[in-house]
């Protein structure tokens, strides 16, 4: 893929002749890795120039507000198609034959189930333990289930790996949320969809029969899609980095919800919420976006912003209009929605905002879809880190399909103290 090179001079002498490589889309990008043999490494901090690997799950034009799963666009998956296809085509490559995605449903069905003594994991957790917490624990613990199957060299062992996560994860995630309640755990059930069921087991008790909203199914099943996968983001990052030692894929995707446990990241959606809740009314708005004009101030508005997205995240456009669309259909009037409108309002008019390209992004309207449907703000994170499960293993299925592929390993650039003589504790 190399149709160009670039020349690397220092001091007017060429020192490295570096192709220049094309994907389908996006950026071309320079491949530097003989750079190496010349002296010298690149130094991007927080990768803000930086190509990790070659890819072809999701598509992203910042620029443009684009955002691609193997080709389809994000608001016609978000509207057309349910979780598990999307699931199907972020693992597969294409959208699901109807034969093909029904023979998916029922290998993801029928792995929902976790093994008994799993339960056990959640016991040792205090009451108020925070369920991301116990998920980035029990999911660690998982691949000691399953240590015959785990051989990352075979395909087909891949797959089952990924088949099980994603069926595991809403129940372990409801689990997590009943331990959190003192409520006994729900088993999953056959006849129900994806969406259905985790909030089955989110919120039905033994006591009584439950009846899964199909508005509330069909806006949780949409939140799922729309946080599937982001190309290279950090937590994705940090399952492929993770990945590149051979690590197996249930530790992997534990390191991934660490990843996104973060407040900059996944944990926004939780943050975004307990913002709003901390401006609690439309009249106070101006007075937090002036704190997070200050820079003396540390304060951010939660939900907005982004490193790659500089005019509007496209998923946050679907959520936007799912928002409305769910409150409406719960007769639902939420006052925090009012104040959001209102900080979004005032901050897409800000001159602040406007030269820092700083837009609503996914976390701002689901933590509002989520608190109507009755999710607790501390699962909010929860529920990302298991809808993007499936973009997380099917990067680390990519990277292991991928021929020479070695263990990530940056380099730095030292400035600490070199050659220093060392004085015995004795004598110091
Ligand atoms: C996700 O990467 C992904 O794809 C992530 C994600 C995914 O699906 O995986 O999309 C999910 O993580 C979405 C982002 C959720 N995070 C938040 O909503 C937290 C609030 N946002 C910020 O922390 C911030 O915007 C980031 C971390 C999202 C992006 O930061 P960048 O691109 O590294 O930019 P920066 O931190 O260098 O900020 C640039 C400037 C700074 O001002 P200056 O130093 O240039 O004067 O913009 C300011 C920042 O102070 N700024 C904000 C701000 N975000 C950036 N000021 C106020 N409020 C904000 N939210």
Redesign the pocket.
Known sequence: MADSKASLSIDGKVIAELPILSGTAGQDVIDIRTLGGAGYFTYDP?F?ATASCESAITY?DGGNGVLQHRGYPIASLAKEADFLEVCYLLLNGNAPTKAEYDDFKSIITKHTMVHEKLAHFFQGFLPDAHPMAMLCGVVGALSSFYHSDLDIDKPDQRMRSAHRLIAKMPTIAAMAYKYSIGQPFVYPRNDLTYAENFLHMMFSVPAEEYNVSPVAARAMDRIFTL?A????????STVRLAGSSGANPYACIAAGVAS?WG???????E??LNMLEEIGDVSRVDEFVAK??D?SDP???????????KNF?P?ATVMRETCHEVLADLGVTDPLLDVAMALEKVALEDP??IE?K?YP????YSGIILKALGIPTSMFTVI?AMS?TVGWISHWDEMLSQPGQKIGRPRQLYTGEIDREFTPLKDR
């Open positions: 927080g803000l992203i946080h996968d982001h190309e290279q983001n950090a937590s994705t996104l407040p900059a990241h996944g944990g926004a959606n943050a975004c997070a004009k820079k304060f951010r508005l939660m939900g907005f912003g982004h490193r790659v997205y995240d998923r602040y905002f820092k700083l992004n996914v976390d701002f990302f993007r």
